[in-house]
């Protein structure tokens, strides 16, 4: 391709029109150094560059972030949106995993619930223990090194970490 054609295409002067990562940043709210990260990591393809080596997005771009963000706020991790992305780019729908994913994320919040109820329980029962105690002498403070609880949401793995 000649360069002038080449230029030509990456600016948006011709068919098609192309953005500079400062105008994709600006339409869709994602800084500049989320894009180049997204990039690299595979969630947005590889744009054009310009001779002067200027990245140039076409306007689909738009569409692909508005979907991570979106995917994000259902609680989807980066490396399930690509995973999903991938699926869609290899021509095969993504929706049966994206079902999975839900289903199994619903199953860790419904445990993770339980468990925080459990735990509620069990601080509501040392607070009023320890205000019949009132002050305990202790290294720092008595009432926390008398009681024994074992917060167990602490050993779990955080949801949103699952990675296929």
């Not at 360069?3 to 709210?29: D, P």
């Not at 399930?80 to 919040?109: F, H, W």
């Amino acid at each position: 391709m000649r360069a002038a054609a080449k230029e030509e295409q990456a600016t948006g002067r011709g068919k098609g029109a192309r953005l500079k990562i400062g105008e994709v940043s600006k339409q869709s709210g994602v800084g500049i150094e989320a894009l180049r990260f997204y990039e690299r990591s595979g969630l947005l393809g590889r744009p054009v560059r310009t001779e002067s080596g200027y990245r140039m997005y076409d306007e689909e771009v738009l569409e692909r972030l508005s979907f991570i963000k979106q995917a994000q706020v259902l609680g989807f991790s980066l490396n399930e949106i690509k995973q999903i992305i991938n699926e869609k780019r290899a021509g095969q729908s993504p929706c049966a995993d994206v079902r999975e994913i839900v289903r199994t994320r619903l199953q860790e919040l419904d445990e993770r619930m339980r468990e925080m109820r459990c735990y509620r329980k069990e601080l509501a029962k040392a607070l009023n223990e320890w205000d019949e105690i009132g002050d305990r002498e202790g290294h720092v403070c008595g009432l926390i090194e008398g009681t024994h609880i074992e917060h167990r949401m602490s050993k779990k793995k955080n949801i949103g970490t699952r990675s296929k």
